[in-house]
Every structure is written in C-alpha cells, then in structure tokens.
T-cell receptor, first 108, second 111 residues
Framework: GIQVEQSPPDLILQEGANSTLRCNFS?????LQWFHQNPWGQLINLFY???GTKQNGRLSATTVATERYSLLYISSSQTTDSGVYFC??????????FGAGTTVTVRA | EPEVTQTPSHQVTQMGQEVILRCVPI?????FYWYRQILGQKVEFLVS????????KSEIFDDQFSVERPDGSNFTLKIRSTKLEDSAMYFC?????????FGEGSWLTVV
C-alpha cells in the first residue's frame, strides 16, 4: 500500500506563530486530504487537495503531486488549532491511507 | 450544513458479544467507508462500499466484520464476536466526489 510520512511528529507553538506541516507519500495519488482531529476525537476535513494550492482562512495547503508531497500551513496560530493533523492519501475514491499525524500544541 | 451522524457515540460491550455501529451518511453521497482508530494510533481503513457492494476492504476486515446498507439512509458495521483488540474509535465517512465528510465516531470499548 501507499506509505505516508508526516513531519514533524510533534510541534509546540506560541499563539500567533506560523508553522508548516509536511506529508510525503510513496506513490501517485488521486486523492489527498488533510484532517484535524480535535481533543474530543472528531475528524474535521480541512482540505481535499490532490494537487495545487487552496486556502481557507488562516490555513492553506499545497500539494506537489509530481514530487509526492503536500504542505499544510497554519498562520497566526490559535489555541483552538491544537490537536492532531493527519494527511491521508489514496489512489482512488475507495480507500485512504493515513499518516501517523502531527500533534500540534498551541500555547497561549 | 449536512453531516454524517453516528450512533452510539460510546458503547461498552462484553467480549464475544455482537455489536452494530450505525451511520447515517450525507443523503446524496455515493461512497461509504468505515475506518477505525485504536487509542493513540493512526486512522486505519476498514472497508469501502459503493453501489451496494464492498469495493475494497483491508486485512483488518475479516469474517468477524460485515457492512450493510439496509435501507436508503443507514450504513452499518457489524462486529460478530468482539475481541479486546476491537476496542477503538470507529469512524464512518461518506463522499460524493472529491470532498467527503467523517462522522464524529463511535467509541467501542470491549471488556
């Protein structure tokens, strides 16, 4: 199956700081999504981004499919951004393989 | 905004018992999934369902597991005889095209 590696595994930020999370994957994909898992365990879909760049408020993401990586940018971080960020990829619509996640802690 | 709903939110069951986890996907979605997440670990794919049949399943999805879409709205995951290692958060997801949605999860504790 497709291997997904996320870095860094842990990230501690001061409120207001910017950060970049990275996702590398081992094979061509037609599906790539970023999720945020909040402290209550809910998985929130942030971006569907198999290629290109998207922005949603303080979050943006870029996927360079030819080089098999994706980046998630968090700007002006807030304490509510804390949680685990997962990258998930798949060759098609039928299956997603998740990375191990990046645990983000934003301190006030 | 439409959302995927799951019930129960938390269930405790005795080892060996049957469990049914229920999901109501978003109404116009065509692809349905179950994933699980053991505490502290990554989310793992279990099964996908499209056009009233399983389209793909993982090695985890053995004969103890089954899925069903008994009517036009529900999508269920049945675990026939639960084991301790089935304790996990189970997520249902659905999608139409590119963007999908996950439910809030059903936390299953097997004792």
């Amino acid at each position: 199956g497709i291997q997904v590696e996320q870095s860094p595994p842990d990230l501690i930020l001061q409120e207001g700081a910017n950060s970049t999370l990275r996702c590398n994957f081992s094979d061509s994909v037609n599906n790539l999504q970023w999720f945020h898992q909040n402290p209550w365990g809910q998985l929130i879909n942030l971006f569907y981004i198999p290629s290109g760049t998207k922005q949603n408020g303080r979050l943006s993401a870029t996927t360079v499919a030819t080089e098999r990586y994706s980046l998630l940018y968090i700007s002006s971080s807030q304490t509510t951004d804390s949680g685990v960020y997962f990258c998930a990829v798949g060759p098609n619509d039928y299956k997603l393989s998740f990375g191990a996640g990046t645990t983000v802690t934003v301190r006030a | 905004e439409p959302e995927v709903t799951q019930t129960p939110s938390h269930q405790v069951t005795q080892m060996g018992q049957e469990v049914i986890l229920r999901c109501v996907p978003i109404s116009n979605h065509l692809y349905f999934y179950w994933y699980r997440q053991i505490l502290g670990q990554k989310v793992e794919f279990l099964v996908s369902f499209y056009n009233n049949e399983i389209s793909e399943k993982s090695e985890i999805f053995d004969d103890q597991f089954s899925v069903e879409r008994p009517d036009g709205s529900n999508f269920t995951l049945k675990i026939r005889s639960t084991k301790l290692e089935d304790s996990a958060m189970y997520f249902c997801a659905s999608k139409l095209g590119g963007t999908g949605a996950f439910g809030e999860g059903s936390w299953l504790t097997v004792v």
